[in-house]
């Protein structure tokens, strides 16, 4: 079975949540650029998790929100892939 991708946003946070699976308190932290953190599996340094910090703000400027390139994990021609 493909994984599915979880969205979540909290508004008191101002922050949108991707990710494979609930965050865990084992998770390393990696901030990939100003505001988007990505949580990586402690075993592998895989991404399982992005946060990106002050989502309705950059919504509202419209600025352009730039993900790095794993996010095409999940097309079968990569070879990146989450957890």
Do not use: H
């Amino acid at each position: 079975m493909e994984a599915s991708l979880m969205v979540e946003y909290d508004r008191t946070g101002d922050l949108l949540y991707l990710g494979t699976m609930a965050p865990y308190p084992e998770q390393e932290s990696e901030e990939l650029d100003y505001g988007v953190v990505a949580r990586l599996k402690p075993q592998s340094g895989k991404i399982e998790n992005l946060e990106i910090l002050f989502f309705s703000t950059r919504v509202a400027s419209g600025e352009v929100l730039r993900l790095p390139r794993f996010f095409s994990c999940f097309s079968p021609a990569t070879a990146l892939r989450w957890g």
